[in-house]
């Protein structure tokens, strides 16, 4: 059987798996990507060591077995529908402030950039957080070339996938939404053209 919910409702649905598997049932929690990296694996987790498994209306969940399979994580798999951007040192930053500070983010955006790692930003905007990507992109700038290459990866393994390779001064935040993956290269990354196109 499958059980649908839409976008922002993570805890629910964790919680819903949670419920199910304590019945007895064996369930298989979805997640894009990899569960592990920004995704579903974690919040089982977190909501399964901040829940009292001693009281009544959740006491089934301590005998629930929890094993998380890995898979292909975003970054990866534009990576690959790009060429190999992630073949030396690199670093994933997640631009969502919902369980993070964004003066704690900012800080990270500097570092990564001050040490010339190739950075993959995740959950770049949302309908309520806009102006991130922008804020990340002028830091890029103070510390990288504009000429280096961006990967703007769109919908990757979905209907719709689209990746463009610009550059750091092209990039246009304004054309990423929740289900892009920007991978930004390093000062040793570059975009080459191969003898077949």
Known sequence: ????????????????????????????????????????????????????????????WSRIRVVSSPGISAMQAAGALAGAPLGHDF?????????????????????????????AFYNPVSTKRVNQLSEAHEILLKHRSPDTPVIVAHNVGRSGERVNVVTLFNMEPSEVNMLTVIIVGSSQSKKIKLPNG
């Open 91 to 119: 670093c994933s930053i997640s631009l969502s402030d919902l369980l993070t500070p964004w003066d704690t983010i900012k800080n990270r955006i500097v570092s990564a950039a001050k040490s010339d790692f190739v950075i």
């Open 1 to 60: 059987r499958l059980h649908r919910f839409e976008l922002g409702q993570e805890e629910k649905r964790v919680r819903h798996a949670l419920n199910l598997a304590s019945q007895g049932r064996t369930v298989a929690l979805i997640s894009s990507g990899d569960p592990g990296i920004y995704a579903m694996a974690t919040l089982v987790y977190e909501i399964l060591e901040s829940t009292d498994t001693e009281s009544d209306e959740h006491s089934e």
